[in-house]
């Protein structure tokens, strides 16, 4: 699967910004999706993940209550909606997909179990 990403990319203080992710590819409705951020002069980290039907979302403690990802496997596509964003949200953001197995299962929140992953793109938030 590759992976595409886009979307907004810079906002005030308490604003929203969408992501999304297309995907290429026939395995897309079969992978586990997630979405990685990596802000200045820190390891990348796990922000949101949804299971390859979309039954079951996850969040980092960090973003719960005002960042959601959804799916459309119709559409091939995955988002990002992020709201009262901080300047501490400010990263480089990544989606990324992997088979949807028991180990993805138990370790989406660490990067090895996703096999594909888009470019990035930046996300500035200013105070």
């Known amino acids: 699967v590759q992976l595409q990403a886009s979307g907004e990319a810079w906002c005030s203080l308490g604003g929203s910004l969408r992501l999304s992710c297309a995907a290429s590819?026939?395995?897309?409705?079969?992978?586990?999706m997630g979405w990685f951020r990596r802000a200045p002069g820190k390891d990348r980290e796990f922000v949101v993940g949804?299971?390859?039907?979309?039954?079951?979302?996850y969040s980092a403690d960090s973003v719960k209550g005002r960042f959601t990802i959804s799916r459309d496997n119709s559409k091939n596509t995955v988002s990002l909606q992020m709201s009262s964003l901080t300047p501490e949200d400010t990263a480089r953001y990544y989606c990324?997909?992997?088979?949807?197995?028991?180990?993805?299962?138990?370790?989406?929140?660490?990067?090895?179990?996703?096999?594909?992953w888009g470019q990035g793109t930046e996300v500035t938030v200013s105070s």
């Open positions: 949804i299971t390859s039907r979309g039954g079951r979302t």
């Open positions: 990324a997909g992997g088979r949807d197995t028991l180990d993805m299962r138990v370790g989406f929140r660490d990067s090895r179990p996703y096999e594909d």
């Open positions: 590819g026939r395995t897309f409705s079969s992978y586990f």
